[in-house]
């Protein structure tokens, strides 16, 4: 049997996925397929590369400076140019081409003239990841054997299918959206401030704890709820679609087990908090281990 792993999009909060990963081999459970879509891509490439434990103890270890030494500001499609931080992935983490790495791998993007879904399983890892997680509006898209290609989490936010097609028997996939639907332009503990501060490049500084907080509503001059800015629009946009979408492809594929941790509270842009994301990701599965021995035994 055949055990696969999708690793959904959801940006930041994608740092759960090591979480997962890990507390499934503490039950022995390892993947024989990964398939992933935007952050699940960048996660799924370095465990097939066969380094997931050194990509997990990087991203532990980021902080916002670190963060932010990762950004490279393009208005050419996107805020950000996207290459740094694929390049550095690329030189630590990924195998170079498809062909080496060590375990099956798959990643989603979107064709961005046709709107079809496009499965990458072949060619270079790092173009096809940057092809994944290229977010409209943050990151510049990819070009890719002749094609534009964006963000798979406007097709296929949780990749089942592609696990499937992949080789997978059961197929263990991993739900970042839970929670989302009713906090897109909620302030919460980060609101989106993130966003807002990249977009601004740095307009405001750090606040308690280290960390970029918005306070719940916060009031405009005239005490009505401060207009939502560019960022904040942006990602709540996102989420209400990889949410719905998410929905309707897992109603009409389900995996044999969904696992879906608990990050109503990151936003997008949180990659700081990778500890806390793992930690997370570790508990959800942890509370569905009798559901997935279960599963594995029959």
């Not at 993007?109 to 079809?116: E, Q, V």
């Not at 979408?245 to 700081?272: M, T, Y």
């Amino acid at each position: 049997m055949r055990v696969g792993v999708a690793l959904g999009s959801g940006s930041a909060r994608g740092w759960a996925h090591f979480g997962v990963l890990a507390e499934l081999e503490t039950m022995g459970v390892r993947p024989a397929v990964v398939a992933g879509t935007s952050i699940g891509a960048l996660v799924g490439a370095a465990v097939a590369s066969g380094k997931g434990a050194e990509m997990r103890a990087w991203v532990e270890s980021l902080g916002v400076t670190e963060v932010l030494t990762l950004l490279d500001f393009s208005l050419k499609g996107g805020a950000l140019a996207g290459e740094r931080v694929i390049e550095y992935c690329a030189s630590h983490f990924f195998a170079e081409r498809f062909e080496k790495l060590q375990l099956p791998f798959g990643c989603v993007a979107t064709d961005l003239a046709s709107g079809r879904e496009v499965w990458l399983r072949s060619g270079s890892v790092a173009e096809a990841v940057r092809a994944s997680i290229a977010m409209p509006g943050v990151f510049a898209p990819q070009r890719f054997d002749g094609r534009w290609l964006v963000d798979g989490g406007l097709v296929n936010p949780v990749p089942v299918s592609l696990c499937r097609a992949l080789g997978a028997d059961v197929v263990i996939a991993v739900d970042l959206m839970a929670g989302r639907a009713s906090r897109h332009l909620r302030g919460g503990r980060n609101g989106g401030r993130w966003g807002e501060d990249l977009w601004g490049r740095l307009r405001q500084w750090i606040g308690p704890r280290g960390r970029l907080e918005r306070e719940e509503g916060e009031k405009g001059e005239e005490g009505e709820a401060e207009e939502p800015s560019l960022p904040s629009v942006v990602a709540a946009a996102i989420n209400v679609m990889q949410t719905r979408i998410a929905r309707a492809r897992l109603a009409g594929d389900p995996p044999e087990v969904l696992i879906q941790p608990r990050l109503a509270d990151f936003s997008l842009f949180d990659f700081h908090r990778g500890r806390e994301a793992i930690a997370e990701g570790a508990g959800a599965t942890r509370r569905l281990r009798p559901l997935i021995e279960a599963v594995l035994q029959e």
